[in-house]
């Protein structure tokens, strides 16, 4: 009787090595999300860019007060130099890499990471329609609020009207005998329970 050779086993253990990696492909043939860096200040121009190869673009932001007279808020990225792209890394991962603001796709262990579209889907959950990224509760009029600090501290209110340009809050109290409107900052009320 003959013994188990080494010949008899290899075909065995190359198939299980060329799995793993055919299952890797695969998943990398299909169009996942990518986090890409761009260059210095060139979110925007990589994102249009990257649109205008036909590539589905994601770059959330967030509203943040300029350091101006005007005082008017200004939208910045979410994710300073980073944006999502929706791709083929299989097939476009070079093409990618050499598009007009765009320094790299992100990697690890040489290869691209794959962003979950859960967590795609739950940003995109928190976009308003300008494209910037909503935290905390909406406050809508009619809500009721609890201020949390100012002068106005420990009261409870009822919510007029948002100002978001300003990241302000209408709101009007029940102030003993009298009802009285006061202009807050949106940070300082909380939805009440």
Known sequence: MRGIQVADILPIYDQALLRPSQELEAAIRAPQWYVVRTRYHKEKCAELSLASEGLTTFMPRIRAKKHSRLNAPETLPLFPQYIFVLFDAAKLLRRVNFINGVNYVVSFAGAPAAVGEEVIALLRSR????????????????????????????????????????????????????????????????KAA
Do not use: Q
């Open 127 to 190: 976009t308003e329609p300008d494209g910037c990224i909503r935290f905390g509760d909406m406050l809508h009029p009619g809500d009721h609020v609890y201020i949390k600090s100012g002068p106005f501290a420990a009261m409870l209110g009822v919510v007029e009207r948002e100002l978001s340009a300003k990241e302000r809050v209408m709101v009007l109290l029940d102030a003993l005998t009298m009802k009285l409107r006061v202009e807050l900052p949106r940070a300082a009320v909380e």
